[in-house]
Nanobody, 123 residues
Framework: QLQASGGGLVQAGGSLRLSCAASGRTFSSYAMGWFRQAPGQEREFVAAINWSGGNTYYADSVKGRFTISRDNAKNTVYLQMNSLKAEDTAVYYC??????????????????WGQGTQVTVSS
């Protein structure tokens, strides 16, 4: 099970930190990722991190503003979001994939999804 938290309402230019805690199994050997879905739009890839945390991947729209990280001892993945824009408003979902080097949509959909957390950025 993947439990996302940390969403909320923030002004444009502000920051939020999302967390995704895994339970029920150990995800330390899995790649982890974040996706988002805005109203009326398809779910899109945001960021991914390989099993060790040594490799990270980002959508162009968030590169330089968002940082994905993980703490395998805590079975948790994070998404630090800075310089938020109104277009970042969406429900954010964490995900896990058994392929340790999963790096985004070219690999297809991830194996496991968490529930979403709402992020709203006011302009």
């Amino acid at each position: 099970q993947l439990q996302a938290s940390g969403g909320g309402l923030v002004q444009a230019g502000g920051s939020l930190r999302l967390s995704c805690a895994a339970s029920g199994r150990t995800f330390s050997s899995y790649a982890m990722g974040w996706f988002r879905q805005a109203p009326g739009q398809e779910r899109e890839f945001v960021a991914a991190i390989n099993w060790s945390g040594g490799n990270t991947y980002y959508a162009d729209s968030v590169k330089g503003r968002f940082t994905i990280s993980r703490d395998n001892a805590k079975n948790t993945v994070y998404l630090q979001m800075n310089s938020l824009k109104a277009e970042d408003t969406a429900v954010y979902y964490c995900a896990a994939d058994r392929r340790p080097s999963y790096s985004g949509p070219s690999y297809g959909a991830p194996d496991y999804w968490g529930q979403g957390t709402q992020v709203t950025v006011s302009s």
